[in-house]
């Protein structure tokens, strides 16, 4: 009997894409058929990568990783894009205590807007835990270094945006 793919949505700025990121996807890919990861446009949050920049970075890092993911830019509800995609699941990392608050909310209300699609939380890996976008920008701003935390080729692209 052939049943339904499970579509998951994996929503996020990406700005840049980190290790913890790709850890996340990494391990969201198997639990699902289809991995959509959404980029979102996010002007809100001023990002240092244009929307287009960060597709093609987070496209360039997951294509070793799995055949059955997609990257796709969205701009609307997060719920309205996961229906579109079809899915049944968002996936989102929980890092520290300080993430859980703004998880928890935002699961609780995605859920009275569609209480079909089921938010599901990975635990951060131990070692990834402290990685965020944020912080590696900051340090890079500082000078300091960034490979412990991003993709190689994101060292450079994190590089060239800040001398450019
Ligand atoms: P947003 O603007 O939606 O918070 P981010 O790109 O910062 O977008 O994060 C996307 C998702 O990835 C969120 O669920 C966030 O908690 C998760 N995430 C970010 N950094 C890490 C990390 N180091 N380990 C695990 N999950 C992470």
């Given at each position: 009997?052939?049943?339904?793919?499970?579509?998951?949505?994996?929503?996020?700025?990406?700005?840049?894409?980190?290790?913890?990121?790709?850890?996340?996807?990494?391990?969201g890919?198997?639990?699902?058929?289809?991995?959509?990861?959404?980029?979102?446009?996010?002007?809100?949050?001023?990002?240092?990568?244009?929307?287009?920049?960060?597709?093609?970075?987070v496209?360039?890092?997951?294509?070793?990783?799995?055949?059955?993911?997609?990257?796709?830019?969205?701009?609307?509800?997060?719920?309205d894009?996961?229906?579109?995609?079809?899915?049944?699941?968002?996936?989102?990392?929980?890092?520290?205590?300080?993430?859980?608050?703004?998880?928890?909310?935002?699961?609780?209300?995605?859920?009275?807007?569609?209480?079909?699609?089921?938010?599901?939380?990975?635990?951060?890996?131990?070692?990834?835990?402290?990685?965020?976008?944020?912080?590696?920008?900051?340090?890079?701003?500082?000078?300091?270094?960034?490979?412990?935390?991003?993709?190689?080729?994101?060292?450079?692209?994190?590089?060239?945006?800040?001398?450019?």
């Open positions: 009997m052939s049943r339904r793919p499970h579509i998951g949505v994996y929503p996020g700025t990406f700005d840049p894409i980190t290790l913890g990121h790709v850890d996340i996807i990494r391990r890919a198997h639990l699902v058929d289809r991995l959509v990861i959404g980029v979102t446009t996010n002007p809100s949050k001023e990002p240092m990568f244009t929307v287009a920049e960060r597709l093609a970075m496209r360039r890092e997951v294509a070793e990783l799995a055949a059955n993911i997609d990257v796709v830019e969205f701009d609307s509800l997060l719920m894009f996961a229906e579109a995609q079809g899915a049944s699941l968002i996936l989102r990392g929980l890092r520290a205590v300080a993430d859980f608050e703004y998880e928890f909310q935002m699961a609780g209300m995605n859920q009275q807007l569609n209480d079909d699609i089921e938010t599901v939380f990975l635990m951060a890996d131990v070692a990834l835990q402290p990685i965020a976008s944020r912080l590696v920008k900051e340090i890079a701003r500082y000078g300091g270094d960034i490979s412990k935390f991003v993709p190689a080729a994101v060292v450079t692209d994190v590089r060239a945006k800040l001398q450019g």
